[in-house]
């Protein structure tokens, strides 16, 4: 039976230290600016990093770095902080705001995903030689990729940005944090028949795929979510807190993510919809939340955005050209669409293009969605590092945007 060298689990234990340590110190440097801590863990993954370490000292980062054994056992911890994340974003959608908004949230949602696809979608399907689309086979996958990378918002960072503003619970931060919400849920399902598209080794039809994944988001959001309801008194009152809750429901999470793997879709989003039906629950205390999101937010989550710069070189395949026009079509759709679709709602035209600032902040989720298709060959490492930056971009300018729209 293989198993890893003494040297490699020394080498595997010290990696996991440097990163935890690296990301928790530009993580707080980053508070410290009042910027998001993705943008410090994703700095410290890049100083890690072939960027800068591998060019200062390729010595040091290729010995901290191995390929092998190791190097492989850490792409697993990647995997699975991916699996979480999307677990801890899944609880923050409540589906009870989402309804009580009711046709305000429709507008501004549907504008704000249609508009943005649209644009993501167009320019890279007319003008797939400025994108880098060069394979004809996927030149529809990819267009649609990127018209979901740019339609997709960050609901954890647009919660944070709306309860710094003290307007979480006003009538614009339901409206802003309900659209996000059905964006997420939308955008997540078509890129999953995305990953059906493009997946090299596929059990399923992608008609099977794609059948199978709505019946399971529906079965979730329905019959699943009425049994976690029932069944959640009964773990509160029988197992020990919140040791039995934790591992149920991340149970629970593993299980769904493994069977959408199985169809032919990415684990990240069967652990989405668990989280939407779990965190749609009654039962499931603010302090529980409080406790999961704490866990994989202080652990997980900074390995995941760590080893983002540890994928590839940010300055060797930094294209500013392309970098600009990813992050000016990022922001004419979101801000048109969501700014439009807010309009119709009956706010202002201040409180419309607030919102839609709001709306345009993408961090992790772009992130997340990139990862993937680099790793499944559906984009280059240039078009990943122009995301990256994309996505960092509108979480920093979110928050200042919407402050200064509000004040005026």
Known sequence: MNKLSQHEVMNLLIQLSVMLIMGRLFAEAARKIKQPAVVGEILAGIILGPTILGMIQPEWFHGLFPAGSSSLVLDGFVQVAVVMLLFIAGLE???????????????????????????GFMFPYFFPAFF???????????????????????????????????????????????????????????????LGMIGKEQSMSIWNTVLLTVGFTAAMLTVGRGLINRGLPWVNRKLAWPGGLLSLSLALCFLAAAFTEYIGIHAIFGAFIVGVALGDSEHLSERAKEIVHQFINNI???????????????????????????????????????????????????????????????????????????????INEKVFVSLVIMALITSMSSGPLMKWMLKK
Not at 100 to 112: E, H, P, V
Not at 322 to 327: D, E, Q, R, Y
Not at 332 to 356: D, M, Y
């Open 93 to 119: 959608v409540d589906l009870h705001i989402v309804l009580q908004q009711g046709r305000q949230a429709i507008y501004t949602s549907s504008l704000g995903l249609i508009i943005p696809f649209a644009f």
């Open 300 to 378: 997980f989550a900074p390995l995941f955005f760590v080893s983002i710069g540890l994928k590839v070189n940010f300055i060797d395949n930094f294209d500013l050209t392309l970098t600009l026009a990813i992050i000016a079509i990022a922001f004419a759709g979101k801000i048109i669409g969501s700014g439009w679709g807010t309009r119709l709602g009956g706010f202002t035209w201040r409180e419309s293009l607030a919102a839609a600032f709001g709306m345009n902040a993408r961090g992790a989720m772009e992130i997340i969605l990139g990862l993937v298709a680099l790793e499944n060959g559906l």
């Open 132 to 194: 880098d689309s060069t394979d004809e086979t996927r030149h529809l996958a990819y267009s649609l990729f990127m018209g979901t990378s740019m339609a997709i918002t960050a609901l954890p960072v647009i919660a944070r940005i709306l309860m710094d503003l003290n307007i979480f619970k006003s009538r614009m931060g339901m409206l802003v944090i309900s659209s996000a919400m059905i964006n997420d849920l939308i955008g997540w399902l078509i890129f999953s028949v995305v």
